[in-house]
């Protein structure tokens, strides 16, 4: 039989496998909802093209089979349109809050929609119904995580993933960016510096 012991350390050992795991998600999303070059993108962009081209609101499963796009899961592909309709506010929006970083395009199309679903300035006039949610999705068994109240500080490593993201969004090479940074820590010191003495 094993003992407590092992079995805690084999436990902890698991946790840091998960959280390695889940940040490698979160870099790995991230650089992709950046990317024009992403699978999602462009198979966003194909079905924008086809709608245009065909003329319609949604592509039936024959259109699916017309452009040989059929074997794909319906939901990547809704998320897919959905990420290349959005694509500038949705890159805006993650540059506005660089700590919000998601392990899936679902769960950031549920935060991104969730952030900026419509407020209701009066709910005086608000009119109760009473609806019927059988046809409703349920969300048994997903871990919606809802965003901290309380942010954490971002690391090193955070950071420096952000400016990579910017450099490589704004075409700036390392090297540029490592001169001007290395510029930028100069006038830091030189005003600690100055402060100092005076």
């Not at 995580?145 to 993933?161: C, G, N, W, Y």
Request: aromatic share 6%; proline share 2%.
């Amino acid at each position: 039989m094993t003992n407590i012991s092992t079995l805690q350390s084999i436990g902890s050992n698991l946790t840091k496998t998960y959280h390695k795991e889940q940040k490698s998600l979160r870099t790995k999303t991230t650089k992709m909802v950046f990317s024009t070059e992403s699978f999602e993108y462009q198979l966003g962009s194909l079905q924008s093209q086809i709608l245009t081209i065909e003329n319609v609101k949604i592509i039936s499963k024959a259109l699916a089979l017309k452009y040989g796009i059929n074997s794909i899961d319906k939901r990547r592909k809704s998320e897919a349109l959905w990420l290349f309709s959005n694509h500038s506010n949705i890159v805006t929006w993650l540059r506005q809050n660089p700590k919000k970083r998601f392990t899936s395009l679902s769960a950031l199309q549920k935060a991104y929609n969730f952030a900026n679903k419509p407020k209701q300035e009066d709910t005086s006039e608000e009119i109760l119904q009473i609806e019927d949610k059988s046809s409703e999705q349920s969300d048994v068994g997903q871990s919606a995580k809802e965003e901290p109240k309380v942010q954490k500080k971002l690391t090193a490593s955070d950071i420096a993933f952000e400016a990579v993201l910017a450099l490589d969004t704004n075409g700036i090479s390392k090297e540029e960016f490592l001169v001007a940074l290395k510029e930028q820590l100069e006038l830091i010191e030189e005003n600690i510096q100055l402060d100092e003495v005076a």
